[in-house]
Structures are given as C-alpha cells and as structure tokens.
C-alpha cells in the first residue's frame, strides 16, 4: 500500500510548528565548567550583549540565548548570532565570531555517530579551538522515550563535565 504523499506533507507540515517551538542546544565548557542551554531569543532583552548580537543577525541569522548555572550559583546569560538550517536533511548550526557566546565562530555539522535516541549529536567542524565546545546536542522533545532512558542519556552527555569539574561541584 503506497501512502499518500500530499496528505504526509500537510500533515508534516501542520506538525512543523510544534516541533519549531522547541528548540535547545545543550553544550559543555570543561574550561570553565559549565553546562550551556541553549535557545533561541524569543524576546528582546534590555542588555548590551543582546544589542550586539542582534547587530550580527542579519540575512537569515538569529538571536540566541545561552544560559549556564555558576557553579558558585547564580546564572549566567550570553547573546549570540547564529544560523540553524538543514542541509541535505541533516542539520547545521553556524554562528558568528566576536560575541562573547560559548559557540561564537565556530560551525557544527551532525556528527556520524549518533549514539543517543533523546539528543541529535554535532560536532564541530570549523572555527574551532579551545574555548569551543568539540561536541553540541540538539535535545528533542521526546515523548516516547521513557524518562529514565532521558535522564539516563543526560547523565551520558554530561560524564566528561563531571569527571573535568568534579572538584568544583
């Protein structure tokens, strides 16, 4: 039995939506410690660093946000322009230089080995250097996974930080 393509389309199509409404990035900083949620700027913020990076986003760019816990507490926020698209189905992350955000200048690709069910896995491959995650994680809304392989995937991601900055936790 052949599906009917039109219907799978708008059906994909009115799905599309939802899915956009959830987006986060999570990547790790073993410099400095800390695990990056990462979104885009849904609303303006009255702050320099979120003037600057809407500067920067221009001609199919946006404003994202990144938001660290300090392992002293507190939190932390920065700005940056990025571009999020999908190429050939699989998807890109870009973002510009000269902001200070966890992934400023550096271009991620999806990496070959996806080893986890609940997070897509990028790696970088270009503009990277020491103070630039190797590894970004697209997090998906996942409702059919059970919440234990979740946290347990979590907990996956997160062992190099653990392991780097168990000192400091």
């Known amino acids: 039995m052949r599906p009917r393509l039109p219907a799978l389309l708008a059906a994909g ?11 986060e990035l999570e990547a790790y900083d073993l410099r ?5 949620s990462i979104t885009r700027a849904d609303k303006p913020v009255r702050t320099a660093a ?6 920067r986003a221009r001609g199919g760019l946006e404003v994202f946000q990144a938001t660290a816990d300090l392992p002293e507490g ?12 999908h190429v050939a189905g699989k ?11 966890p992934l400023a ?3 991620f690709v999806q990496a070959r080995d996806q080893r986890f069910r609940t ?3 990028l790696r970088c491959a270009s503009g990277c250097d020491q103070k630039i995650p190797d590894l970004v994680y697209q997090v998906h809304e996942d409702t059919t996974s059970s919440l234990a392989l979740q946290e347990k ?11 780097a900055c168990a000192g400091l936790r």
């Open 74 to 85: 507190g939190q932390l926020h920065k700005f940056g322009a990025c571009s999020w698209r």
């Open 153 to 163: 995937e979590e907990r996956a991601r997160g062992a190099k930080l653990r392991r």
């Open 13 to 23: 199509l009115l799905a599309a939506p939802a899915f956009a409404s959830h987006f």
């Open 105 to 107: 200048g550096a271009n």
């Open 119 to 121: 997070a897509t896995v």
């Open 91 to 101: 998807p890109r992350l870009g973002c510009v230089p000269v902001l200070d955000f």
């Open 32 to 36: 400095k410690c800390l695990q990056w």
């Open 50 to 55: 979120y003037r600057a990076a809407r500067a």
